[in-house]
């Protein structure tokens, strides 16, 4: 890595920041409606986490030409804005997409089934971008320009890959879609992927209430952390800011701030994710 790269800028913002299903009205505007898209940008390059309903607006105000695509999973609420990624139905524009399965086969057979009738009117085919399918598996290190990002399998129902970005001494991970194990201890993968994280992008759901069944039916084995899971494992791994993410669809405004003070009470440098939110590392 030259001295240019070590030097090169780290940046996150938020395009959607909701989990399970989109959410519309008033009372959602301060916080955003739109499902998990993450950009990153490590210097020059553009990295997209994730494809959810934020994805549509990215490309209608980024336009960009290249980029790399890292899924977590292929649940719908992590790639229904694919189709309505602008950028991609531009002929000689170019995206790299990372995913499951051999030479990403699962991603591939999931945008294709998305992408075809009767729920869609047009085919994947129809985008003139040229689209480059690459499998990612636990543990692999991918190089993007400066950027190394490294991908460890979390604890969720189907698997998850969280993803940890390194430019220089700087990080982010976006981890994404996990919860504690059957015993109640912290997902092992989890902590070595966030280990002294600059930014950590951490699955935050649930209420305590709401993932033990004290209101509602329980949600241990959803896949997804209460807020005092992403905290623990952000004192654990010692990271420097924790963005609770992955919002659920029922939590408007409100709720997310009352979340949001909940967990400043257990982990200081704590803040809920925001569309629009933008940290540079």
Same mark, same amino acid.
């Given at each position: 890595m030259t001295n240019t790269d070590r030097n090169a800028k780290l940046t996150v913002r938020f395009w959607g920041v909701r989990g399970s299903i989109a959410a519309g009205g008033s009372e959602f505007s301060g916080v955003g409606g739109n499902t998990s898209c993450v950009e990153v940008?490590? %210097?020059?390059? +553009? +990295?997209?986490f994730d494809a959810g309903t934020g994805l549509r607006a990215l490309g @209608?105000?980024?336009?960009?030409?290249?980029?790399?695509f890292f899924f977590s999973h292929l649940h719908w609420d992590h790639i229904q804005g694919f189709p309505f990624f602008g950028p991609a139905f531009v002929p000689g524009n170019h995206f790299t997409l990372h995913g499951p399965g051999k %030479?990403? @086969?699962?991603l591939l057979a999931a945008l294709e089934k998305q992408m075809s009738q009767p729920t869609f009117p047009v085919t994947l085919d129809a985008m003139g971008a040229r689209l480059d399918f690459t499998e990612v598996k636990d543990g692999q290190v991918t190089d993007v320009g400066p950027a190394r990002v490294i991908a460890r399998s979390l604890n969720h129902p189907g698997g998850c890959l969280g993803y940890r970005v390194e430019v220089g001494g700087k990080s982010v991970v976006y981890a994404t879609d996990f919860e504690p194990m059957a015993d109640g201890g912290v997902d092992p993968a989890a902590l070595a992927l966030a280990m002294n994280a600059d930014v950590l992008?951490?699955?935050a759901q649930y209420t305590a209430d709401e993932y033990e069944g004290r209101c509602g039916p329980c949600r241990k084995g959803w896949g997804h952390n209460a807020i005092h899971h992403a905290t623990a494992l952000a004192k654990a791994a010692k990271v420097k800011t924790l963005v609770l993410f992955h919002h659920d669809p029922s939590h408007d405004d409100v709720v997310v701030q009352e979340l949001e003070q909940m967990a400043q009470r257990e982990f200081a440098p704590a803040r809920a994710a925001r569309e629009g939110l933008q940290l540079e590392v």
């Open positions: 940008r490590a %210097g020059d390059e +553009l +990295l997209v @209608a105000e980024v336009r960009p030409k290249q980029g790399h %030479g990403a @086969a699962k992008i951490a699955d």
